[in-house]
C-alpha cells in the first residue's frame, strides 16, 4: 500500500510542480484512507474489540495534527518574509482553516464569489482542502462503523438468518448508499457549479466509499495470477495517464473522478499477484515504499515549497532545474518531519496512557499555530485602525489629482485601505431588490438596489460588471442625496452591451435578461461602462456591440451615461507597491500602456441621441502614468479594480462630470 501511496504523492508533485495540472492522485489518496480505516475497524467489531471512538479520534489528531503546525507555521514565515501584506490576512485565514479542518469549505465559498477569488496567486495554504475533507470524513466514517456494529447486534437477537445480519453486509449496504447518493450528487453538482462541487465533502464522500466497499469486497476477490498482472498494469496505466488525458481541474469530482479512483482499485484488487511480473514487484520497490512512508508530510510541504518559491523569483512557472530543486526540497523536508515530529510523537507512551494526556498534547500543537496565528491577526487590524483613524486631509485620494491641487506635494501618511482591509473594498450596494424592482426572470436573481429614498426622484438602473459596480462607491451616495433610485443587475466578467459572439453564452443571456428588465421597468436613465480595457495591446476598445445594446433603452425614450474604463495590468497593483513600493516605475505605468490614445467613447459621440459619455480617466491617470497609489489611497484592489475607499474620493469630481453630462439637477 505504501507504494500506491507514493505514486499518488508522485502524481501530485510532479503535475503541480511542472504541468500545472490536477492529476487524480488527490483522489487516491481518499480511497486509499476509507480503505485502510474500514479493514481496521471491520476486524475490531468482528474480534469482538471495543471501537473507543473518543480515543482514535484522539489519537488520529496526535498523529496528523503535529506535522499540519510544523508546516503550517513554516508557511507563515514564508508568508512574511515573500508575499505581500495584502495577502496575509487571507493566508492567516486559512491557518485557522487548515488547523480547524476546514478549509475545503472556506475555499469552496471563494472559488464561486467572483468577487473573493485571489486573482493576485494561489495560497501556500490552499492544498489543505483535501486534507480538510479527510479530517470530516475521519469524524464521520467511525460513526458509520459504530451505527452498523450497534444494528448487528440487534439484529443478532432476532431470529433472522445470520447472513442477513452479517456485520460486513450492513457496512456495504451503508456504504453503497453513501456511494450511490454521493456519485449522483457529485454529477449533477460538478455539471452546474463545479468551482463549488470541487471542494464540496458531499461530493467525495462516495470516493470514500468506494474505498470501504472496496475492503469490504476485497476477500471474495480472487483473481487469478494472469489476471492480476493484467489488473495491476493496467490500473497502474490509466492512474498515471489519468491527469494527462482529462482536464481534471475542470471535469472533477464528477463521474470522471471513477478514473483514478477505479485504477487505483484495480492495482488494490490485483495485490501480490506472485508473478515476477507483476506490478507488485515496483510497487514493493524499497526506495517507493520508502517515499510512501513520506508520503503525506510530502503533500503537505511540496505545495507552499512551489508557491512560495514562484512567488519568490517572480516566475509563473518554474524550468525542469527549479522544479527538481523544490521537488528535493520538499523530499528532504518530509523525510525531517516524519523522522523527527510524527515519528516521536507516534511512539510517545506518555499520551497513549489516557485520553485526557493524550488531549493536552493536541492542544499544546494547536495553541503552538493558534497564538502566532493570533497575534498577527491583532497586529494586522491595529494597522488598519491606525491607517483608517488618520486625517482625511493626509489621504485625499483623487482630490490630489484635482486642476487645484496640481503641482502640490502630497503629505506622507499611511496609504489607505490597509491590507487588512483591501479584500473588502468592493464597493457597497444595499440589498436585495424589493417590491416592483424584483425580476420575474431567475437569471437577475441578484439584482440589488439601494435604500429607497422618499420621495423617489429618478430611477436608474445600473447595467454590466464589476466595473459597473465599483462606481456604485459615488453614484450610491450621489444618489441618496438626490433622492434617486438605483438598480444594480450585475454578473461578473460581463460587460452590457448587444448580444455578440465575443461573450460567453450566459453573458449574453445576463445581457438580454437584463436589457428586458430596462424596458419592462423604464427607469429614466440606464448607467454603463461604455469602452472595455485589456491587459495587454489593445489597451482600450469600444464594448462590443455597445451601441445596438443601448439603442432600445434611448428608442424607449430613457437616457443613458456610458463612462470610460479604468485600466487594467498584468500585476496586482497593491502587492507592486508593497513589494516595490508607491514610486517605483513599476507601479506606476505609463499612460499609453494602459488606455487608448484616442478615447473608444469618441467613435460613439453623435450616434446614438440620449446617449451621454463621461471620463474620468484624468482623475486616474495624470502626468503620463497610470499609478498604483493617488493621493495616500490605493487606486486599484488588485490589477483591474477600483477601490471603494478611492472612486469615494472622487465622489465631488463624478457628480459634477455626471450633471454636466446629462444635464440633470
Known amino acids: 500500500m505504501q507504494g500506491l501511496r507514493a505514486l499518488a504523492v508522485l502524481m501530485v508533485v510532479t503535475y503541480h510542480v511542472w504541468l500545472g495540472r490536477v492529476s487524480g492522485g488527490v483522489d487516491i489518496f481518499l480511497l486509499i484512507s476509507a480503505f485502510l480505516m474500514t ?14 471512538l473518543l480515543s482514535h479520534w484522539l489519537h488520529l489528531l496526535k498523529r496528523l495534527l503535529p506535522a499540519v503546525v510544523v508546516v503550517v507555521l ?29 478549509q475545503n469549505w472556506l475555499l469552496a465559498d471563494t472559488a464561486v464569489d467572483y468577487y473573493a477569488q485571489d486573482h493576485s496567486g494561489a495560497s501556500p495554504l490552499q492544498h489543505f482542502w483535501s486534507l480538510s475533507i479527510q479530517g470530516q470524513v475521519f469524524l464521520l466514517w467511525p460513526l458509520v462503523f459504530a451505527g452498523a456494529a450497534l444494528l448487528h447486534r440487534v439484529l443478532r437477537r432476532t431470529k433472522l438468518d445470520d447472513r442477513l445480519t452479517d456485520y460486513r453486509l450492513i457496512l456495504a449496504l451503508a456504504f453503497g448508499t453513501i456511494f450511490a447518493a454521493s456519485l449522483a450528487y457529485s454529477i449533477d453538482q460538478t455539471a452546474s ?18 474505498g470501504s466497499l472496496l475492503a469490504l469486497a476485497l476477500p471474495h476477490l480472487k483473481p487469478g495470477k494472469a489476471l492480476r498482472v493484467v489488473l495491476g498494469w493496467a490500473g497502474l496505466a490509466a492512474m498515471l495517464s489519468c491527469g494527462l488525458l482529462l482536464t481534471v481541474d475542470r471535469s472533477f469530482p464528477g463521474f470522471i473522478a471513477l478514473w483514478p ?32 512512508d513520506n508520503s503525506y508530510a510530502l503533500y503537505l510541504w511540496h505545495w507552499p515549497l512551489l508557491v512560495l518559491a514562484l512567488a519568490g523569483l517572480g516566475i509563473t512557472a518554474p524550468d525542469l532545474v527549479q522544479g527538481l530543486a523544490i521537488v528535493a526540497a520538499s523530499v528532504a523536508l518530509a523525510v525531517l518531519t516524519t523522522r523527527y515530529v510524527e515519528k516521536p510523537l507516534r511512539d510517545w507512551h506518555w499520551p497513549q496512557r489516557r485520553a485526557w494526556r493524550t488531549a493536552v498534547v493536541i492542544a499544546a ?27 482625511r486631509e493626509l489621504t485625499p485620494g483623487a482630490a490630489a489629482l484635482a486642476p487645484e491641487n496640481a503641482g502640490k506635494p502630497t503629505p506622507d501618511a499611511k496609504i489607505i485601505p490597509g491590507p487588512a482591509a483591501l ?47 465599483q462606481y456604485m462607491a459615488a453614484l450610491g451616495p450621489i444618489a441618496k442625496s438626490h433622492g434617486w433610485e438605483v438598480v444594480t443587475l450585475l454578473k461578473g466578467n460581463c460587460r452590457f452591451g448587444g448580444e ?64 470610460r474604463d479604468n485600466p487594467r495590468f498584468t500585476m496586482n497593483m497593491p502587492e507592486c507597491v508593497q513589494k516595490k513600493g508607491a514610486d517605483a516605475a513599476a507601479c506606476n505605468v505609463p499612460l499609453q500602456e494602459s488606455l487608448a490614445a484616442s478615447s473608444p467613447l469618441d467613435a460613439y459621440r453623435g450616434k446614438v441621441a440620449g446617449l451621454h459619455l463621461m471620463d474620468l480617466s484624468d482623475f486616474i491617470c495624470a502626468n503620463g502614468t497610470c499609478p498604483a497609489v493617488v493621493g495616500n489611497v490605493y487606486v486599484y484592489k488588485d490589477d483591474n479594480h477600483l477601490t471603494k475607499t478611492y472612486v469615494q474620493s472622487m465622489i465631488p469630481m463624478f457628480e459634477q462630470r455626471l450633471l454636466a453630462a446629462t444635464g440633470w439637477t
Request: a negative charge; aromatic letters at 8%.
Open 39 to 52: 479493514l481496521s475497524f471491520a476486524r475490531k467489531v468482528e474480534s469482538g474489540k471495543p471501537l473507543r
Open 74 to 102: 513554516a508557511v507563515l514565515i514564508g508568508t512574511w518574509a515573500i508575499l505581500p501584506a495584502s495577502r496575509w490576512p487571507d493566508i492567516l485565514d486559512q491557518a485557522w482553516a487548515s488547523l480547524l479542518y476546514r
Open 193 to 210: 457549479n463545479q468551482a463549488y462541487a470541487y471542494f464540496d465533502t458531499r461530493t467525495r464522500l462516495w470516493e470514500f466509499a468506494l
Open 261 to 292: 479512483t477505479l485504477a487505483a482499485a484495480a492495482i488494490i484488487v490485483a495485490g501480490q499477484s506472485g508473478s515476477r511480473f507483476g506490478v507488485d514487484r515496483l510497487l514493493t520497490w524499497r526506495p517507493l515504499v520508502a517515499l510512501g
Open 365 to 391: 500543537c494547536g495553541a503552538l499555530l493558534a497564538g502566532p496565528v493570533t497575534v498577527w491577526q491583532s497586529q494586522l487590524m491595529a494597522d488598519e485602525a491606525a491607517a483608517a483613524a488618520q486625517p
Open 423 to 469: 479584500k473588502n473594498e468592493w464597493a457597497d450596494i444595499d440589498g436585495l431588490c424589493t417590491d416592483s424592482n424584483v425580476p420575474a426572470d431567475p437569471l437577475l436573481a441578484g439584482c440589488l438596489q439601494n435604500s429607497r429614498p422618499d420621495p423617489v426622484t429618478k430611477k436608474i438602473v445600473v447595467l454590466g460588471d464589476s466595473h459597473a459596480q
Open 500 to 563: 455578440s459572439p465575443e461573450r460567453d453564452a450566459d453573458c449574453n443571456a445576463f445581457n438580454k435578461a437584463s436589457a428586458q428588465y430596462v424596458l419592462d421597468h423604464k427607469p429614466d436613465a440606464v448607467f454603463t461602462v461604455a469602452s472595455l480595457t485589456l491587459k495587454d495591446a489593445p489597451y482600450e476598445t469600444e464594448v462590443p456591440q455597445y451601441l445596438e445594446g443601448i439603442k432600445p433603452f434611448t428608442d424607449a425614450g430613457m437616457e443613458v451615461v456610458g463612462i
